[in-house]
């Protein structure tokens, strides 16, 4: 069995694309075969069906070292081999829950985190995965560096893969460039191949805190990070429309516009999508460490409720003020001061079709709409992307259009 798992991971994945092939040798991204491949699965398979194992001991370690073990399992789910697994799985998923000292075995430990990579559920996946990532919160670790960055990296791409694109999440030496020396984390969209991505990047340094139980706030970076891509997706694809939804829109593309050092950078604890990001992942901090009774110490706990503070402060700001060239502008002036009389940022609208709801370009410029209008039209349309599938998404951009061609 080694010496077949030894060549499959040596295989790696499509050396077309990059992508992933299935237990048939088929990459999942370009289709191409890889005959080698295939027939070394058949022989895995061949040999787990003729394995009579009756304890959950005597599962074979080397399939551990699989990424493909779950489709592996499907295939072959009513053999007493897996079921074995499946009640173990399901009872470690009520302990940890009862469990709130993390006191596991060496036994069931290990078995959490490799439930962690390789359970079929994505629910079962993140509960297991929180476990590995927070035990060093409450006492010494059973894991190992790798073990630990695993279960994060599993965790983290099952979160991302609920809401976006092919998920990826890397953990990085920021350090190395000069722009990036102070950055925690960050995140972006990457087409390559026909292939859409969602990425993830957060510091090394601030992994290793977490894995050392120094630190809880490299997790509601990560969190804040997702929000962002979230934000993105919400916009972008869902084209969702309400008053913060523009005001996330202007904000950025002032930032596109201005340029980050002279917009981003110095209205940062003002900018919409920030304080929503900020907000959201510190709520999900609270929520988990709720969930698994850990106890902060006194220095992340005073972050996150500085940091709360001042996203709902500026969340629930009506003015919506920004700084630009050294005077102070409401955000929708500013928006406008920018986006009328010109057709320099056409693009914008093709990027937010959105925009076509407060603005209308005539005789060669753009005039925002009456603020009766604008405010009639979010009335109508005032949903969130997680509210509604694409059918319903179709039909409010209908509602809407009709809706203002009426006033």
Sequence with gaps: MKELVDKIINIGNCSSCGGEYSIHGICAYCNKKNNELEELFNKIIEIIKNNNA??????????FRL???????????????????????DELINKIYND???????????????????SLNREYRKSFGLYVILSNFVKKSKYSKEEFLESLNSYVLSIMSEHTYIPKFIVENFSNTQSNKELLGSQSFVKHDNINESVIKVSDTEIDKLYNGESILP????YHEYIHLMQAANLKEAQV????????IE???????????DYYDVNYAHITFES???????????????SFNIKLNDLDNKELETNLFYAMVSQNDKDKIREYDGKRYNLDILFDMFMLGTNKYKEAFEMYPQL???????????YRKPKETIDKIVEVFSVTGADLNNFQINMYKNNVEKHSKLI
């Design 67 to 89: 990424k493909y073990y779950k489709e592996i399992n499907e295939h072959l789910l009513s053999k007493n081999y897996y079921k074995l697994l499946k009640v173990k799985e």
């Design 100 to 118: 709130k000292n993390f006191n596991l075995s060496d036994e069931e430990s290990k078995l959490v985190q490799f439930f962690s990579v390789n």
């Design 276 to 290: 929503e990001a900020e907000i959201s992942s510190i709520s999900m901090i609270k929520t988990l460490i709720d």
């Design 241 to 248: 429309f309400n008053k913060e939804a523009l005001y996330q």
């Design 356 to 366: 076509s709801y407060i603005y209308e370009f005539k005789d060669g410029r753009y």
């Design 54 to 63: 009756k304890e959950i001991n005597e599962v074979d370690n080397q399939l």
């Design 219 to 222: 997790l509601q970076t990560i």
């Design 251 to 261: 904000d950025f593309l002032l930032t596109k516009m201005i340029g980050k050092k």
